[in-house]
Each structure stands twice: as C-alpha cells, then as structure tokens.
C-alpha cells in the first residue's frame, strides 16, 4: 500500500482514537501537553494556594495542582470561613515546598484533572525526593481523602492518617 493510500486510513484510525479517549496527539503534532494518567512531569513551584493547592509551572504553563489523596482544612474557599488548622496546614506546605521556583516531580495517578480542570498529583520535592503529601498528612496537618480511581497511595496514606491520629498530631489535638 502507498502512502497516498494509506493516509487516509491513518487519519481515521487516530480521529477515532481521539474520539474514544486512548490517543493522545504527540506534542510535535500540536498536541499540547505531554502529560499522560499514571506518568509524571518536572515542574516548578510558582506559588502556595493552601495546604493542598498550589500553582506550579509545568510544561511551560502555570498550572492549578491539587494535592491526590489528601484534604486540608479550608483557608481560601468562597464563602467558607478559615477552617481549624487550615492556616498552620498552609503554612506547612509553604514551608515544605521552599519559595517560587523550588524544582517539584509531579507523579499522576489514573485520572490527570479534576472537573475543576486542576491538575491532580502526588507532589514530590525535585531535590530530595520528599514526598510532601504523605508529610502533610503524617504532620496532621491534612485528612486523608481517597477519590476513586485516583487511590495507588491510599493505603500509604491511611497508614500516616493512623500514626498522626494516635498521636494527636496537628488537627488531631487541635480540632
């Protein structure tokens, strides 16, 4: 077969994988991002929202990344009052992260965005490797919070919700 016949037939085939969700077009074909379910993606730290939201720079774009996994109190919801804890929780993640421009590995369970268009990740320090959702949560500054399918770390997490709890670390004592 040639390539004038055959291309048609390619065109097809990767319209209906887009169609039906398993073909992603590559970036050098205008795709977009790269950024894949269950990968990971180099990011950098442009600002801390709260204790489990932050705005990072990835793929060369400013990003929403939404912590997988875990829940801090609320400190910047719309009509939400400053929940207990919630500022000791953001001021942990500040902490944790460094300031603007700290080098992050964002690592993506089965879904990659939320219905809010969010970026949902286990954030992990570029540097070190600190896994800081797992530091929130053993910190007690963060709940757990398992959002199927979205789970490969929850028992991980449990577990640090369990020794936190025991412990009456963080919002365990204080709330």
């Not at 990767?14 to 950024?35: N, R, Y």
């Not at 500040?94 to 089965?110: M, Q, S």
């Not at 800081?132 to 929850?154: D, F, K, M, Y």
């Not at 449990?158 to 009456?168: E, F, I, P």
């Amino acid at each position: 077969m040639t390539w004038t016949r055959a291309l048609p037939w390619i065109v097809l085939l990767l319209l209906a994988g887009l169609v039906l969700g398993d073909v992603h077009v590559p970036q050098w074909l205008g795709g977009g991002s790269s950024l894949s379910a269950g990968g990971f993606a180099s990011a950098r730290l442009e600002r801390v929202i709260d204790g489990d939201t932050i705005v990072a720079q990835v793929d060369g774009r400013e990003e929403r990344v939404r912590y997988i996994g875990i829940d801090t109190p609320e400190t910047v919801k719309p009509n939400t009052p400053v929940q207990c804890f919630g500022p000791q929780a953001h001021d942990l993640n500040a902490r944790l992260l460094g300031g603007a421009g700290t080098p992050l590995t964002l690592r993506f369970d089965r879904e990659l965005r939320d219905r809010y268009d969010r970026l949902l990740a286990y954030v992990f320090r570029a540097d070190d490797g600190l896994f800081v959702n797992a530091r929130l949560v053993q910190a007690g500054a963060a709940r757990t919070l398992a959002i199927a399918p979205n789970t490969s770390r929850a028992a991980q997490l449990n577990g640090l919700q369990q020794d936190a709890r025991t412990a009456g670390r963080g919002l365990w004592s204080a709330c």
